[in-house]
Nanobody, 116 residues
Framework: QVQLVESGGGLVQPGGSLRLSCAAS????????MRWYRQAPGNEREVVAG????????NIADSVKGRFTISRDNAKNTMYLQIDNLKPEDTAMYYC?????????WGQGTQVTVSS
């Protein structure tokens, strides 16, 4: 079955960096577009980045453009989110997502906390 496992979150000071990973299994990873979402307490889940199948064309939300970089390694069935110059407002649970046929699949999330 489809499984998505996020990792790489943690407590970071403002201005720091993190690289989140999403390990995928149970489907042909290279054939599907993937997305990163985040959800802060009291807020709706929002998409922050997506990457296409095939050529891996990235699409970054305007609110985080310039600080977030999405990538994928099809040989490792893994997607990444590099976050630089972290800000307190980046504090959230980060989830990876794939839409296959008519179903949305989510990982369990990885917590990112930005605080001094």
């Amino acid at each position: 079955q489809v499984q998505l496992v996020e990792s790489g979150g943690g407590l970071v000071q403002p201005g720091g960096s993190l690289r989140l990973s999403c390990a995928a299994s149970g489907f042909t990873f290279r054939d599907y577009a993937m997305r990163w979402y985040r959800q802060a307490p009291g807020n709706e889940r929002e998409v922050v980045a997506g990457i296409s199948n095939g050529a891996g064309i990235p699409n970054i939300a305007d609110s985080v453009k310039g600080r977030f970089t999405i990538s994928r390694d099809n040989a490792k069935n893994t997607m990444y989110l590099q976050i630089d110059n972290l800000k307190p407002e980046d504090t959230a649970m980060y989830y990876c997502n794939v839409f296959i046929r008519r179903d949305d699949y989510w990982g369990q999330g990885t917590q990112v906390t930005v605080s001094s």
